[in-house]
């Protein structure tokens, strides 16, 4: 197995393979030399190559755990060295643009490509955030399309299953527009909120007094920049959309606000809190079915 | 000691006050008998009485802590039977509406009203939910007027200390403003995603895709409607005008993501992330030192 990019997805996922004896050798590869030593000390990898020829070299697996920017070209170098029937997955958190990649520089390998998409992560990132049992529970979507093998998603839903994911499949239509709502746009918000109070709050008593809630809220405001730049760029449509529908909800609540309209602000906030706690509810739910 | 709500926020300092030591007796009250017996049953306070007047007859403190929406009413129904020198505090989200009616109402009890607000708090409520440890290294803030007894202010400030919250003052205005945007705004944030969600979310697979940063995002989501009913209609034009603000901030957003402007969205970020680190340090910081 070959992973690309091992860094707190990659490197998550080496590790959970490599403990649960799931692969023979597992080989890192990626940009940084740095980060590759790093993974390998770790014990997330058993050894690493930098150049990418030499990291596929013999692996029937193929994961892509780089970011979403990188993984086009990625693809581009991959298709000549890929071994004849390999397997290829990723990681991205956008998949229109990763299957658009994959249908132009893949060719007779596509149809061993299965686009992929771990729902899981924390605001961390590199090979030290990386730990072995971070799928657990958690969700993964796979969104074969018409090219794709039945027998390739299959072996790769059966790879994410043994490191303990729940895997769901959808199309790639349904996965961009579904995780811009439910992924993209809260993390859209919560750097939106702290931008404005960097920009708003004339002193320091503005985050001193940012209560827990703002605090929780506002977590995944720390993620890697970079990554979230680069799934805005590969998202554009979709989370724009969102971005702008939630502004004008926004809009709508400062009216009712202004307006003192106590009936239809209760109603949204108790509309809210109830859908809210059918989620916790169903959360706990999969919770004691795991136990 | 007389606790005017024996919730989450009155229990709690019932509940610290009696556990300190630091009140002779505590007497609860409040709309709901069977809220009161079972803050008494809980040990959060050592009597109830349903009836103001007699629940606050021979006592030198009295807190408020009843939703902001009942506050005035209180205080009308407070003035002709408070002892002379007794102390009143609140614990209302929102000032400049409990001054104005501390104002209309209070007379000459005026000046040993000191508003306050413990920014403490968790999505829960009720007396089950209270526990004497709440407000141990969170802030509460005060906002004495040109009207309110230095010695009063004094006061409360001990009796916060003592049940280990660490005390700041600052004007009314000030508060208002600030808590729009630290504690108001993010609720309503939090609110409108939610409800946004659950308008938008044309299947179930929404809210299963809702990864771990959403639900953080939106445990807030899960407090007391009416009570930020109240908190809304009570700083209309503050927080209006923040939700006003932050929804125009993710207009260009949107317009930066839709435009694929990756130079502006990287920065955006970058600087949202670093302001949450400083936060985050600050807070390890007091907790360490608390310790």
Sequence with gaps: VTVVGVGLIGGSLAGALREAGLAGEIIGTGRSAETLRKARDLGLVDRYETRLDRAVK??????????????????????????????LTDTGSVKGDVVAAARRHLGECLPCFVPGHPVAGTERSGPEAAFPELYRGHMVILTPVAETLASATARIRALWTAVGARVIEMSVA???????MTSHLPHMLAYALVDHLVARGDDDRCFDLAAGGFYDFTRIASSDPAMWRDICLHNRAEIASAVRELAGSLERLAGHIEEGDGATLFDMFRRARDARAQVADRRRGRAETRV
């Design 174 to 180: 349904d996965h961009d527009r579904i995780l811009a």
């Design 58 to 87: 013999g692996s029937q697996l193929v994961v892509l755990a780089a970011p979403v920017g990188v993984i086009s070209a990625l693809m581009a170098n991959l298709a000549g060295c890929l071994e004849p029937d390999a397997l």
